[in-house]
């Protein structure tokens, strides 16, 4: 077998609003239920967030978000056995939920808050950095680049070097176009079409296709309850297209795709 199989990393939203899942899984007791199942399930990592980035989504404040996830960070530890990331732009979560038993950041602001670098570097965990246009409150109002692809490179370049200057070496660093985090439909196809490029710094991919809009909008805007199968098929796209991580809402779905995907790769005759 030389084709490495992808890690699926399970999205565990703690957010009353959360876009999908209605803050069904806010209480602590049934996110741990939730996460155990997608672990069961296939996935590789669990990723905890408690601040809602859907496009026009209003910031959440720091005691919420911690109040949301601190709780479900504690109370996984001892029951799974795979990493927890925690999706969070904010230092003092990034700091809490490390040493509550988190060992991934995953930042849709690519540590561009204040403080953000310097903190990650002192917990000394590994970095997913996000590519975003604008905030999410606006970021789907008219999304413009030059070459979506060039740009992001760019955007990529600088955040490494930001971070290597901090102390953060490059193999803790995982990078992530970000879909739907200030793109069109276009845009999003491009880098999915392109995803393999991001692979000149050297690290590991991480995409994030599940449920969004653009899967609505290629299935003629169906909503979202809907965009499962959709969400697979983007999955599976991204994987053949160098993605080494998959963040998904679906993981039992998703794991039989990459299953079958990753035979049919390493097959000999
Ligand atoms: C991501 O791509 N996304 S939270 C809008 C939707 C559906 C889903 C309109 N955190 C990513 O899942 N972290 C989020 O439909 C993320 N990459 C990484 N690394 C948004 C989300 C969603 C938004």
Not at 140 to 164: A, G
């Amino acid at each position: 077998m030389d084709v490495i199989q992808p890690i699926i990393m399970g999205v565990l939203n703690v957010t009353p609003d959360s876009f999908s899942d209605g803050g069904k899984f806010f209480d602590a007791s049934s996110a741990i239920e939730q996460a155990k199942s997608m672990v069961d399930s296939g996935a590789g990592i669990i990723d905890i967030g408690g601040e809602s980035t859907r496009p026009g989504a209003f910031a959440v404040s720091i005691n919420d978000e911690l109040n949301r996830v601190i709780p479900v960070i504690k109370a996984l530890q001892g029951e799974i056995n795979v990493p927890i990331s925690i999706d969070t732009s904010k230092p003092e979560v990034m700091e809490q939920a490390v040493e509550s038993g988190a060992s991934i950041i995953n930042d849709v602001n690519a540590l561009r808050a204040e403080g953000a670098v310097e903190m990650a570097a002192k917990l000394k965990t590994h970095v997913c950095l996000m590519h975003m246009q604008g905030s999410p409150r606006t970021m789907q109002n008219n999304p413009n680049y030059d070459d979506v692809v060039d740009d992001i490179k760019r955007f990529f370049k600088e955040r490494i070097k930001v971070c290597e200057a901090a102390g953060i070496e490059l193999n803790s660093i995982t990078l992530d176009p970000g879909f739907g985090f200030g793109k069109n439909l276009g845009h999003n196809i491009a880098l999915l079409k392109n995803l393999s490029e991001f692979h000149e710094f050297g690290v590991t991919i991480l995409a994030g296709l599940s449920r969004k809009s653009m899967i609505g909008s290629l299935l003629g805007d169906k909503n979202v309850d809907s965009r499962m199968i959709g969400s697979v098929t983007a999955a599976l796209i991204a994987v053949e297209n160098g993605a080494d991580i998959i963040r998904v809402h679906d993981v039992s779905e998703t794991n039989d795709a990459i299953k079958v995907w990753h035979q049919i790769k390493n097959f000999r005759e």
